[in-house]
């Protein structure tokens, strides 16, 4: 943004000069041309939020940088994997292993699952109550609510409760779940951590395996509670999502099959009223 707006007065910015800038980042014009979406909507932002604060402070009137057309994000294909893949992967992660499958079996993020603390689970009812999220900023964590503001009850498999409770095996009941219990666990390096050294080792294993994140167990449980029949409400509980829509929106791939079940239960219900005589007749012959 600097080299564009640095010596430009706010008073002087316009609507116009802002769209010219975001298209000339975008079209791969100029001299900062080239940049993907997403880098075009941050500076995008910058320049936006430093004149929202010049609105508020009554220098102007309006601000220029909005209503500008911007650059869509467009989407990564998402990985999933599937029971035996999530199960291979847990083999070969050592002694995070029952981390991996927490992930990829109830959806949590990373903060949310080693911000875990043993009163926060309920083995009777195999629950994980989600009130703390552990985020690394600048080198330190900050432990705070989860990332919808709002606590919530996520469901675990039953064949996860032996290995839960062997991590919570001489802890108290305020320790943490995951790691010594009273430092929260850092996340692995993305480059050398024990994850990539998991995901390489499955890889040795099964050349079919794919390139995996740590986010993308979270899909992962979002694709095995779809496939194991969960509605688009219950995968919207579990994961945290603000509605129903936002979870449509972010894994409607994974419900193809739930449209394919519509149109079969149309065509059904169709052949059930002509057999029984239901549908009216023409009023007019043919």
Known sequence: ?????????????????????????????????????????????????????????????????????????????????????????????????????????????????????????????RRVRVQENAVNVGGHVIVGTPKSHEARSVPYPEFLTNPLALQCEGKSHDALVFGTGLVHQAQPDGRRGWFVAAVAKAQLVDEAFPRVTIHDLRHTAASLAVSSGANVKAVQRMLGHASAAMTLDTYADLFDDDLDAVSVALDNAKRVSDVSGSRPKAPFGD
């Open 1 to 125: 943004m600097l080299p564009t707006w640095g010596r430009v007065a706010i008073g002087d910015i316009r609507h116009t000069a802002v769209q010219a800038w975001v298209s000339s980042l975008t079209a791969g014009t100029g001299e900062a041309a080239g940049k993907v979406a997403t880098t075009v909507l941050r500076a995008y932002g910058v320049l936006a939020a430093i004149l929202d604060a010049a609105v508020k402070d009554r220098r102007l009137h309006s601000n220029p940088a909005r209503g500008v057309a911007l650059p869509r994000k467009t989407g990564k294909a998402r990985v999933y994997l599937s029971h035996d893949q999530v199960q291979l992967l847990a083999d070969n992660a050592g002694r995070h292993a029952t981390l991996v499958l927490t992930l990829a079996y109830t959806g949590l993020r990373w903060g949310e699952a080693t911000g875990l603390r043993l009163k926060h689970l309920d083995a009777l009812r």
